[in-house]
């Protein structure tokens, strides 16, 4: 294996580290000028199906800002084809499904992934960034089961979850079928993901801060809990994160997980004084990245601060890059989060 620099395996795992190590949700993509050349000619599956140049905007983000990780480009739809889902992203709307999920028979029809089979594309890509390409760990991923059933049953985003809320409580016995169905997948898709290479694992459970405490506890603890206790023995961190999910937090820091990832609503010290033990990864607000670098280096700075008062923090952005922020600004972060930390 190539690569050398395991600092943030370190902090993931909550060690002491010798500066605080930095990746970004969404560093591959659409705020890169190389990105959107490629984009022009090829849609984001058409680059994940050729190993070469998924390699390349894999890498482009840790060759531009020297960042602590590499996450592989894909999609949290990436693995949905596979189980018989239509799904296609459109230019600034997001995944669209040409098949909803309505009802239990369309659940029963679905399904189960074969990833070495279905999606080798994405092991190719992982193999050959991580034994000849990369210096830093690679980042596998995989989508929450709410999150995924959110576009799934709603045919692409929404804002309220209506049709999704709907049959979680009209049909509980159908939505556990549907959570299962899509924890097996992901449990088989992240497992391929490890013995291909990826050393940490994100799940991004981003939409699940929709539902409140108590449904949280009744209707995506238990599957959350199955998908990580089947994961744990695999021996890589394991990293949660969710957006708007504060509420849930104490929740998630019961669950057999390495790393908790924070949005920008909730500060580091809040997380610890409400009793959060594990390694946190965030949470600069991107909108902040926007602004002067002299409020960047401010609010930076003060994350870095509060980050210091536990070993482990890694650092990250509240959600992900958007296509306005700057990739100069991404690497004057980048050197200011090490240069600070250390
Ligand atoms: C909810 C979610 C999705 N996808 C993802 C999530 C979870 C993280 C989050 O909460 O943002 C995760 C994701 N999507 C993408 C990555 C690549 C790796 C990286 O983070 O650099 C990752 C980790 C590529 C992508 N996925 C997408 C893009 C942008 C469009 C494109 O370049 O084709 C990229 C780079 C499309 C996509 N796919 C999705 C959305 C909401 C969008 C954006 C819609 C838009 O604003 O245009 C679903």
């Known amino acids: 294996m190539k690569e050398s620099n395991d600092t943030i395996l370190k902090a993931f795992r909550g060690e002491e580290t010798d500066y605080t190590p930095v990746w970004f949700m969404r560093q591959a993509g659409r705020s890169q000028p190389e990105y959107r050349k490629l984009k022009e000619k090829y849609s984001l599956f058409e680059i994940t199906h050729q190993p070469e140049l998924c390699a390349y905007v894999t890498r482009l983000p840790v060759e531009q800002y020297g960042v602590d990780a590499a996450i592989l480009y894909k999609d949290i739809m990436s693995p949905l084809p596979a189980i018989g889902v239509d799904v296609e992203i459109k230019k600034g709307i997001g995944p669209i499904i040409h098949n909803p999920v309505k009802n239990r028979a369309d659940i029963a029809k679905l399904g189960t992934i074969e990833p070495e089979v279905d999606v080798p594309y994405v092991f190719d890509t992982i193999r050959l960034l991580t034994r000849e390409q990369l210096s830093v760990p690679l980042i596998g991923f995989s989508g929450a089961p709410f999150t995924l059933a959110s576009y799934m049953i709603e045919g692409g985003p929404s804002k309220n979850y209506n049709k999704t809320k709907s049959l979680m409580y009209s049909d509980p016995e159908a939505w556990f079928m549907l959570m299962d169905k899509l924890a097996d997948m992901t449990i088989t898709y992240v497992r391929s993901q490890i013995a291909a290479g990826a050393r940490a694992i994100q799940i991004f459970d981003s939409w699940v801060g ?27 961190p394991l990293i949660l994160f969710g957006v708007g999910a504060r509420h849930l937090a104490g929740q998630w820091d019961d669950l057999p997980i390495d790393v908790l990832g924070l949005d920008w609503r909730m500060s580091i010290t809040e997380a610890r004084e409400m009793g959060i033990t594990k390694p946190l990864q965030g949470n600069l607000d991107p909108s902040i990245l926007l602004a002067d670098w002299s409020v960047i280096e401010e609010r930076t700075k003060q994350i870095l601060d509060e980050g210091r008062q536990h070993p482990a923090h890694i650092f990250n952005l509240g959600h992900g890059v958007t296509p306005d922020i700057s990739p100069e600004t991404l690497k004057r972060l980048t050197h200011l989060i090490h240069d600070y930390s250390k």
């Open 210 to 236: 929709a539902l409140n405490e108590t449904d949280y506890r009744a209707f995506i603890k238990p599957v959350m809990e199955r998908i990580f206790n089947e994961l744990q023995p695999e021996g890589v």
